[in-house]
């Protein structure tokens, strides 16, 4: 994960957006006052979002038990 600040980020907001989108990579945002927010593209958080739902899931995480129980035996 990148860390920047926040006039760092502001100053190449365009290059830094296109790491983001283009190559994956997650930016932590540092300010003075000490709340940080994380950059990331829409792509990977949906992706994220997809997959605390599984996890969260019971019936979701024990279909994915089986089918590695069922992999492993082949």
Known sequence: MLKLSVK??????KGYAN???EQHQTIRIYRRSG??????S?????????NLYVFRNNSLMDQVSESMLTWQKK
């Open 8 to 13: 760092k980020f502001r100053a190449n907001l």
């Open 35 to 40: 709340k940080d927010f994380i950059i990331v």
């Open 19 to 21: 790491k983001v989108i």
């Open 42 to 50: 829409a792509e990977d958080w949906e992706r994220d979002q997809e």
